[in-house]
């Protein structure tokens, strides 16, 4: 299931954010499958958000803070891991063009 997840994200990147705010709704749902489902997806949307607005990190961070204490352990576990992705800075720039950028400098 999180590869489809996946598939979508990367040929649709520039509606990350979009899906991630849909798939908010599936956090609250009975079933745990689907909340574990909501879960990944959010965490596979967040590795491609580069510059995420603070607000829609914020809603991201309340709707995912009551998981981290949901009675299943991989939704607890994976919903906190993805609250400190969240919450670490992010770098601006890939390595690989710090590094290019280093290189031409010094020639």
């Known amino acids: 299931m999180w590869e489809l997840g996946e598939c979508l994200i990367m040929k ?32 596979c949307a967040t590795r491609h958000i580069r510059d995420q607005d603070m607000e829609t990190q914020a809603d991201i961070l309340s709707a995912l803070q009551p998981l981290e204490r949901d009675r299943d352990i991989s939704i607890s576990s994976l919903a906190a891991h993805t ?17 290019h950028t280093l290189c031409c400098w010094c020639r």
């Open 12 to 43: 649709r990147r520039s509606r990350a954010e979009e899906f991630m705010h849909q798939s908010l709704p599936y956090l609250r749902d009975p079933q745990s499958s689907v909340r574990l489902a909501a879960v990944r997806f959010i965490g």
């Open 83 to 99: 609250g400190l992705i969240l919450r670490a800075p992010r770098v601006q720039r890939r390595s690989w063009v710090i590094l």
